[in-house]
């Protein structure tokens, strides 16, 4: 089918599922809390129940209430116009507990950890409804963007948002926002893979009320909507974060939409990195989702898609650009290793630990083997501990923990670990290296310089230098860094960062490694760095000021004792002749 065609969104109910207040279903509102999709995982098998106040019940048993109060019954923003003419009314839930509605999330705490593979997700399949509206619609919604002060669209049907996913243990609430009172039957359906590749289904309903519970509840009628791209004037691409606003952690998929797209429609997609004059044609992307991950390189990259036809270009698209940010660290995380050595056969076991603690409980663990230009994630490591099969391949190897908010963006790496095997790769090679810094704690903008200290190297081997940014896995080499020293200019944004000198033979074997796990870099005129140029000046014209002052002072006091002293003499003088 067309993705510019209708989408049928659900199926109607059957006639005779309508009978007295609610249909018969325990109604939860003011302020009561409920997981309204709440899976749980069981013998193999997956099942979405709900779980409420009194533990957990089927969908179908319970409608969420939604009455028009002062609080709940609102006016649509302009931020909404995707649902409605700025200044309509509107019924909302919102993502903080509002004890006059009922306050409904999703959670996946159902699910024990380690028996899945990957994350969670739950797709919106449709909905219904019965009332006085004749095109009802909702949205489900959370603050986003830098600032978090954007709407950030989780499902709105009809639109590029129709998916949500999350790692297993976390709990969400958002803001559930609908145009018209009536009934809502919103289906779902929940997907999970588990550890042994078996996918996992199933689909639940549910129910909203908005407005009053009608004396008797109508069967809710399937509710059809046009796709977002019908009748647009061209290829349209969709970021699935707000304005294209990433921070790093997250993923960034482009979603390419056309009245003339196919289910089987090819695609090629076009980028250019902020300073460069030229686009760039992507070849392994070829679908209608682009996806890459948002690291600081790619902050102000455009990216525009083109549709293709028996080989031909038909549709183009208007470039996107895509914005990457940092999140401030909102804890530190600390690793500790179980052992300082291990052998060949051992569990390395790591610890992890949050000062101070916070409620952020998502974790992924990397590791980067000696000779390697990057991080790679540990698969499945979702725990704040981590353990790890020894083998001699590990010696030498690095390991860093990552804490993430419930949006995947990271807010806390820790130092990266060095492991040590006996008998590993880097134990049987005599080549050690080591790094100084001419300082501990770096100003932003000024020049530091970094030392290798090298022992036991073969005559023809070299030095490279190589930087990562923080809570980032490639490496990247600095260009023309090659010899024993590196000096460079530091800009703030590598804070955190870690460097890395490798030694490679004449083989191109890299033979050692040394590292400066996490700089330390203070911008100037923060707590603890030092002043500006422009701050010293001002402390020097400062002085000169009151240095002026102070010889002025001196001279007049200088004067007036003069003065004084000859005053005084006259005085003598003239009392002498008059005697």
Do not use: C
Not at 74 to 94: N, Q
Not at 435 to 445: F, K, L, P, R
Request: hydrophobic share 35%; charged share 20%; glycine share 10%.
């Amino acid at each position: 089918m067309s993705l510019g065609g209708v989408l049928a969104l659900a199926l109607a109910a059957p006639a005779d599922a309508a009978n007295g207040p609610a249909d018969g279903r325990t109604v939860l509102g003011a302020g009561q809390h409920v997981d309204a999709v709440y899976p749980v995982v069981k013998d193999g098998a997956l099942a979405i129940h709900s779980l409420t106040d009194k533990g957990e019940t089927e969908p179908d048993d319970i409608a969420l209430r939604i009455p028009g109060t002062k609080t709940s019954h609102v006016t649509l923003p302009k931020e909404y116009s995707f649902l409605g003419k700025a200044g309509s009314d509107a019924w909302i839930s919102p993502q903080t507990q509002d004890m006059s509605v009922v306050w409904p999330g999703w959670s996946f705490e159902g699910i024990e950890p380690g028996g899945l593979k990957g994350t969670v997700s739950m797709d919106f399949e449709g909905f219904a409804y019965a009332g006085e509206a004749k095109s009802p619609t909702f949205a489900v919604t959370q603050p986003g963007g830098f600032g978090n002060k954007k709407v950030s669209r989780l499902i709105v049907p009809g639109a590029a948002f129709t998916s949500v996913s999350g790692e297993v243990g976390s709990h969400t609430h958002a803001n559930w926002i609908f145009t018209a009172q009536g009934t809502y039957d919103i289906d779902f359906s929940v997907h999970a893979t588990l550890a042994n590749g078996k996918a996992l289904e199933d689909t639940a309903t549910v129910r909203f009320i908005v407005g009053a519970v009608p004396d008797e509840q109508k069967a809710p009628v399937a509710q059809k909507v046009h796709h977002y791209s019908e009748g647009a004037d061209g290829l349209l691409v969709t970021p699935n974060k707000v304005d294209g606003e990433y921070f790093v952690g997250q993923t960034v998929n482009l979603t390419a939409a056309s009245d003339e797209a196919e289910e089987d429609s090819e695609y090629r997609w076009h980028v250019k990195k902020a300073g460069e004059s030229d686009y760039t044609e992507d070849a392994e992307q070829r679908k209608a989702v682009y996806t890459t991950k948002p690291d600081r390189a790619v902050d102000g990259t455009q990216v525009y898609a083109e549709l293709l036809k028996d080989g031909k270009v038909v549709q183009t698209s208007e470039p996107t650009t895509v914005h990457v940010r940092t999140l401030d660290p909102t804890t530190t995380l600390t690793v500790t290793p179980g052992r300082k050595t291990y052998h060949e056969g051992d569990t390395a076991r790591f610890t992890s630990v949050q000062k101070p603690e916070t409620e952020d409980e998502h974790y992924h663990w990397y590791l980067k083997h000696r000779g390697e230009s990057a991080y790679e994630w540990i698969e499945e490591s979702r725990l704040a501990d981590q353990e790890l099969a020894v083998t001699k391949k590990l010696d030498g190897a690095q390991v860093v923990a990552r804490l993430f908010n419930a949006d995947h963006a990271v807010l806390a790496e820790s130092a990266p670990i060095t492991l040590s095997v006996d008998g590993g790769s880097a134990a049987a090679s005599s080549v050690t290296v080591e790094i100084d810094q001419d300082t501990g704690q770096h100003a932003a903008g000024e020049k530091a310089t970094f030392t290798a200290h090298v022992k036991n190297a073969p005559k023809d081997h070299s030095v490279s230098w190589a930087v990562r940014q923080n809570a980032e896995n490639p490496f990247t080499e600095i260009a023309g860094a090659h010899g024993t020293t590196l000096t460079q200019t530091l800009p703030a944004g590598r804070n955190g960062a870690q460097v890395v000198a490798s030694v490679t033979n004449g083989r191109g074997e890299v033979v050692a490694e040394g590292t400066v796990p996490v700089l330390k870099v203070t911008e100037t005129g923060k707590s603890g760095a030092r002043k500006s140029a422009a701050d010293e000046q001002s402390d020097s014209s400062g002085s000169a000021v009151w240095w002026t002052v102070g010889v002025i002072v001196l001279v007049v006091l200088a004067a007036l004792a003069v003065w004084l002293v000859r005053r005084q003499k006259d005085r003598t003088h003239a009392a002498e002749q008059a005697q």
